[in-house]
């Protein structure tokens, strides 16, 4: 880069840059060469300009390619995007290796694949039979809102009494009725749903490659990542075709808000830099993932835990380090800012969410002001009697005593919801998802992660560990909190799991590419290097990606093998344990073929909850809700008086699912499922019982 004019484009794009430039254009006018030890230039924004061409390398030296070119643009003396005459606007420049898309591509492909093996399952018979019980509640809403809706654009049906899920996941469902709307209409809900996880899978890939290279500068961790990320058998069905629950969704949005706040903290603690184009993008970006997030998930405040530990940490940081912490949190306090116009919007526009949801960033946003606003004037001050570090430490102890006294009095209603939100992790024993990841006799982290989490965890320390020294502590920080929080929660719940993924597959990638290096078939990876590598078109440049010999390919596949060859194989096992059975799904369709042949008109089916609604989405259509099953399905099976329970179920259920097996003969289960209601054993008939048909899987109806 010798032009003026790319100089000038460069400093508006990376406004940090400039103060850099003044400094080696004064060690430059009285060194014909210097090296990198003359200069007080950290080895980020060095090895930027060095890519970018402003930096020449000569011999074992550098210099400036052209010294009046950057005098001209640092004077000013030539305007953003002027090439001599008329004006122009200033575009950004978009640099792709070919090797890093392709290989990214690749990735990003083996996610899809592993997020589809269970195409057969799914798609049955000209019929779509979603995984598990959750996804036919959605199902049941997106057909509701497309059979009341006048189309796309008619925004009542998102606003309507008739919306069930209007404070729980509104934007989830809202997404599935546009997309089912654009292709056709309610006939085409139920593929939309069957699909919508596997696309889900792929943007969160492709956000985990942003998240991966804005923390490590290193375009092979990314990749890395993104592989990771694909064989981790948690998401082989947590996000797999039909797996259509709210999860996969709210993958996208975490992973969204971690890349846009980990590259948009990085930046230094100044006003420039805060303010930099680049940097308001990815903030505006954060904004929208948070905003996204909330209205995703009723739950979604307990994501931003995260977010709202980074800000005290990150303001100590700061002042130890003689920064501003106002600066240092600017680009994380526009993003709440833009989350809370969005979320606030949208919960008066369209009454989606509780208040205690919506006001959610708006809270997060009054105290990173109020932290950074005390930071500040601690850092501005110099007569302390104590550090400025534990001057601000001590207020900011001080703020959560006072932030806990107001959830409790003056913000209770918030208070209340979220505290009853924590309070109900690791309590609920009878889901197997809500059974800590770490579990006696369960080994759901082998299960789930493979080997990765012996992997990943140590380099999740390792971000903690970089948090405490080097040029982009903020990053790190913040990474390694994201990792450690989501892993103490799916301690206390393997529900957390999916949540963790995305974090355990950036540090599974750095520590596989830095495993790779260590066994000499790899470059050290960028945050393992004394200086950050040389990237562009001269001799001593290094390629962001690069293809391996073929014994290295070879070496490389083997390390692969060894680290996550388990989640490969254990990828189909848990992805084809959540598809409904063949026999379950053909019961359904015989049920709902008999009720139509005789014309039944109390068709609901009583069965374990855990399948109730999908028996009743394919006999009635109604999968609004389990609760009636889950109520009452087990007494009925341990009760003794039938006559009593037939009263009870009267009007209501016209069929009756059970699945044989050793019980207490006087149950309404045995006499049911070993006599058919008739006499049996000594007991006399159930009555108003008849069974209609019994399967080869010992199913009774």
Do not use: C
């Not at 011999?59 to 090439?83: F, S, W």
């Not at 082998?446 to 380099?459: A, D, I, Q, R």
């Not at 393997?494 to 950036?506: D, K, N, P, Q, W």
């Not at 209501?652 to 499922?673: K, Q």
């Amino acid at each position: 880069m010798t032009d003026a004019r790319e100089v000038r484009s460069l400093v508006a794009d990376r406004p940090a840059l400039e103060p850099a430039l003044e400094s080696l254009l004064e060690t430059d006018e009285t060194h014909d060469t210097w090296t990198f030890d003359e200069i007080d230039l950290d080895s980020g924004a060095f090895g930027e300009l060095v890519s970018e061409g402003v930096v020449e390398k000569v011999g074992g030296e550098y210099r400036l390619a052209d010294r009046t070119a950057v005098e001209r643009a640092l004077a000013g003396e030539v305007a953003d995007g002027d090439d001599g005459g008329g004006v122009s606007l200033p575009l950004p420049a978009f640099g792709i290796d070919g090797r890093v898309a392709a290989a990214l591509s690749g990735a990003l492909l083996l996610v899809f694949v592993f997020r589809i093996l269970t195409f057969d399952a799914i798609l049955r018979d000209g019929r779509v039979v979603l995984s598990g019980n959750d996804p036919y509640f959605y199902l049941y809403w997106t057909e509701e809102l497309s059979r009341q809706s006048a189309g796309v654009i008619d925004r009542s049906a998102l606003t309507a009494g008739s919306f069930g899920l209007l404070k729980s996941e509104p934007l989830l469902v809202a997404v599935l009725w546009v997309a089912t709307e654009l292709v056709g209409g309610v006939e085409r809900a139920p593929l939309v749903l069957a699909w919508y996880p596997v696309v889900a899978g792929v943007v969160t890939g492709v956000f985990t490659y942003l998240f991966a290279t804005g923390l490590t500068d290193d375009e092979r961790v990314g990749i890395a990542s993104v592989v990771m990320l694909a064989v981790m058998p948690v998401l082989a069905f947590r996000s797999g075709l039909g797996f259509a629950d709210h999860h996969a969704f709210d993958y996208v949005w975490l992973s969204m808000t971690a890349a846009g706040a980990v590259r948009s903290v990085r930046a230094a603690a100044t006003r420039e830099a805060a303010t930099g184009p680049r940097v308001l993008a990815w903030t505006g970006l954060t904004g929208v993932a948070i905003a996204g997030q909330l209205l995703a998930w009723e739950a979604g405040p307990l994501l931003l835990v995260p977010v709202a530990s980074y800000v005290p940490v990150a303001a100590l940081i700061a002042v130890d380090r003689d920064e501003s912490p106002g600066w240092t949190l600017t680009p994380l306090g526009v993003g709440l800012a833009v989350a809370a116009v969005l979320t606030g919007g949208a919960h008066l526009a369209l009454d989606w969410q509780t208040g205690v949801v919506a006001a959610t960033p708006a809270l997060l946003l009054a105290g990173t002001v109020g932290v950074a606003a005390v930071g500040e004037v601690v850092h501005r001050v110099d007569d302390l009697p104590v550090s400025p570090v534990r001057a601000l430490a001590a207020a900011e102890a001080a703020g959560v005593v006072l932030t806990f006294g107001l959830l409790t009095t003056v913000l209770a209603a918030y208070g209340d919801r979220l505290f009853g939100q924590l309070g109900r992790i690791g309590t609920d024993g009878s889901v197997v998802e809500a059974n800590s990841l770490f579990g006696t006799g369960i080994f759901g982290w082998l299960f789930l992660f493979g080997l990765l989490l012996f992997l990943g965890v140590p380099y999740m320390g390792f971000a903690l560990l970089r948090a405490t020294r080097g040029e982009d502590r903020h990053g790190w920080l913040l990474a390694g909190i994201y990792g450690w929080f989501f892993l103490v929660l799916a301690t206390f719940q393997m529900r957390f799991a999916g949540e963790l993924s995305t974090f355990l597959a950036v540090f599974s990638g750095l520590g596989f590419v830095h495993i790779a290096d260590r066994v000499d078939l790899a470059r050290p990876p960028v945050p393992f290097r004394e200086t950050a590598p040389v990237r562009g078109d001269g001799g001593d440049s290094e390629p962001a990606f690069e293809l391996p010999t073929p014994r290295g390919a070879v070496s490389l596949l083997f390390l692969f093998l060894l680290v996550a060859g388990l989640g490969v194989t254990q990828a189909p096992v848990k992805a084809n344990q959540a598809p409904v059975a063949g026999h379950e799904f053909e019961t359904a369709i015989w049920i709902d073929q008999y009720a139509a042949e005789n014309g039944i008109e109390t068709d609901y089916v009583f069965t374990e909850w855990g399948r109730n609604r999908m028996y009743n989405y394919f006999v009635n259509g109604n999968a609004r809700s389990y609760g009636f099953a889950r109520a009452n399905y087990r007494a009925f099976l341990r009760a003794t008086q039938p006559e009593e329970w037939y009263e009870r179920l009267r009007g209501r259920v016209g069929f009756v699912v059970l699945d044989r097996y050793d019980s207490e003969d006087a149950t309404l289960h045995n006499r049911l499922t070993r006599g058919f209601g008739g006499r049996h054993d000594g007991f006399d008939g159930s009555g108003h019982y008849r069974a209609i048909r019994v399967t080869d899987r010992q199913q009774v109806h």
